[in-house]
């Protein structure tokens, strides 16, 4: 099934609004409920293609191939497993510049691992924040895990 019959026969692809929104909500929510109830109701959505956010802006997201909304699995995949493998590479500097800093005077090749692993989060953050706007309104995360998130208010 391809993206446009996504949109035409089954739901409206979300605006970044929308997607910007949940992730809003997300983070109110996590920081209302210390992260604890965040997690739990996270837990409980997943099965249905949802984080707490997109469940109360009635945002879902579907996997591209079939037109179904993922399930556990795959939204854990989306959003867990592919940030934390991408995240790795901005964390080694910063974990040799925390190695570094701990184990002997102030190192210029540390500063400089912290810099950088902070450049390369940004840089990451952009780039996933713009494609955001792209015209098929998927994160790169979204191409990756073969997802796009649809609006079904």
Aim: without cysteine; charged residues 15%; aromatic residues 16%.
């Amino acid at each position: 099934m391809t993206m446009e019959n996504i949109e035409t026969t089954q739901h409206r692809i979300a605006t970044p609004g929308h997607r910007i929104g949940a992730v809003a909500v997300d983070a109110g929510l996590y920081l209302v409920t210390f992260g604890i109830g965040w997690f739990i109701w996270n837990l409980v959505t997943m099965a249905k293609g949802q984080s707490p956010g997109k469940n109360l802006l009635k945002v879902r997201v579907i996997n591209v191939a079939n037109g179904q909304p993922v399930r556990w699995g795959h939204m854990a995949l989306r959003q867990f497993v592919i940030p934390f493998t991408l995240s790795i590479f901005y964390l080694i500097p910063y974990y040799y510049w925390v190695y570094k800093e701990f184990s002997s005077d102030v190192n210029p090749v540390g500063i400089l691992a912290l810099v950088l692993a902070f450049l390369l989060y940004l840089a990451f953050a952009i780039l996933d924040f713009v494609w955001l706007f792209g015209p098929q309104r998927r994160r790169l995360v979204d191409y990756w895990a073969g997802t796009i998130v649809v609006n079904e208010a």
